[in-house]
């Protein structure tokens, strides 16, 4: 993807009335995310009149600036990152019509298998709770799942934590840039999830 597709792919979600669902659809109708940039403003589809009007306000222009700067950023960072049309996207999340169109990643590639188990829970769980997710584990590891939680105090952590015990691979996924690692807590088991597995944001 060139660098112009890639900052009109980061800001038409975030435009008014947009967000990925919409976008996703608007990709498809005119090809690129540039294009609809380029051409919803002339089209005269009643399906998309609500939507142009905001490709005609200021904050348009804002919502664009933004996104080279986060482009420049990931230039100047070396930050690995993938669209939605990419075949390194993981192939579950591309079934939800809503999925983001721009994922960034650390560590190693997610695999291209639909054999994920996805396990959050409580921040402060029990004993019990914490044996829970250990068996549950490791009567999975012979079907060798993905493990992919919110790297996140409580089940999130002990799970992914279970998940490197018993030689499964691990993602977690950020609710924040894949530069920052919250809580801090967990920053020193970072390394050790992406020799295998990584993180996703």
Not at 47 to 60: D, I, L, M, T
Not at 89 to 108: E, K, Y
Not at 169 to 180: E, M, Q
Not at 181 to 192: D, G, I, L, M, S
């Amino acid at each position: 993807m060139e660098k112009a597709e890639l900052i009109a792919t980061l800001a038409l979600p975030k435009l008014p009335k947009i967000g990925c669902l919409t976008a996703r659809k608007l990709i498809r109708h005119f090809g690129s995310a540039t294009a609809v940039f380029d051409n919803i403003t002339h089209t005269h589809q009643s399906q998309f009149k609500a939507v142009s009007k905001g490709f005609k306000q200021p904050e348009k222009h804002h919502i664009l600036k933004a996104a080279e700067k986060q482009v420049a950023l990931i230039e100047k960072r070396h930050i690995n990152w993938m669209a939605y049309s990419d075949d390194a996207f993981p192939i579950a999340l591309n079934q939800c019509p809503d999925a983001p169109l721009v994922l960034f990643s650390s560590g190693q590639p997610f695999p291209k298998t639909t054999r994920i188990i996805s396990i959050v829970g409580t921040r402060q769980p029990s004993a019990h709770g914490k044996a829970f997710v250990m068996q549950l584990i490791e009567e999975l590891t012979p079907y060798q799942p993905i493990v992919v939680s919110g790297f996140a105090h409580g089940i999130d952590i002990e799970a992914q934590l279970a998940a490197l015990e018993n030689g499964l691979v691990t993602f977690g996924c950020f609710g924040h840039g894949i530069l920052s690692c919250y809580p801090k807590q967990h920053a020193k088991y970072r390394k050790r999830v992406e020799e295998t597995g990584g993180f996703l944001s």
